[in-house]
C-alpha cells in the first residue's frame, strides 16, 4: 500500500506560478511511475504529466507543455510539479497516482491516489 499527500496548491494569478508535491509513504517509492492529473467538478480527470523511474522518461499534456515540469525526489520519496504562466482554465484539483500498467494517459490504469490540492488561478 501506498500513502500519497499532495501539497503545493492555492491561489495564484493568471501568468504566477506553483510549485505541487506529491510525498509518497508505505512502501518503496523508488521504483514507480508518478503521474499528475487535474479535474473539475462535474469532468472526468484529466492526464497532466507522467515522470517514469527509470530513464527519465517525461511526458506531458499538450495543454501544459512548455509551462510545466515533472520531476522526482526518490530520496525524499516525491514528486514534484512545476507550473509556469498560470492559465484561468489550469484551475482544478490536482491529484498524483501511482501508474499500474498500460497508458500513461489514462486514469484507470493508475492506483493509489492522493486527495488533491486545489490549484486557483484568477484571471
Known amino acids: 500500500q501506498v500513502q500519497l499527500v499532495e501539497s503545493g496548491g492555492g491561489l495564484v494569478q493568471a501568468g504566477g506560478s506553483l510549485r505541487l508535491s506529491c510525498a509518497a509513504s508505505?512502501?518503496?517509492?523508488?521504483?514507480?511511475?508518478m503521474g499528475w492529473f487535474r479535474q473539475t467538478p462535474g469532468k472526468e480527470r484529466e492526464f497532466v504529466a507522467v515522470i517514469r523511474w527509470i530513464g527519465g522518461f517525461t511526458s506531458y499534456a499538450d495543454s501544459m507543455k512548455g509551462r510545466s515540469t515533472i520531476s522526482r525526489d526518490n530520496a525524499k520519496n516525491t514528486v514534484y510539479l512545476q507550473m509556469n504562466s498560470l492559465k484561468p482554465e489550469d484551475t482544478a484539483v490536482y491529484y498524483c497516482?501511482?501508474?499500474?500498467?498500460?497508458?500513461?494517459?489514462?486514469?484507470?490504469?493508475?492506483?493509489?491516489w492522493g486527495r488533491g490540492t486545489q490549484v486557483t488561478v484568477s484571471s
Open positions: 497516482a501511482v501508474h499500474r500498467s498500460g497508458s500513461f494517459y489514462d486514469s484507470r490504469n493508475y492506483d493509489f
Open positions: 508505505g512502501r518503496t517509492f523508488s521504483g514507480y511511475t
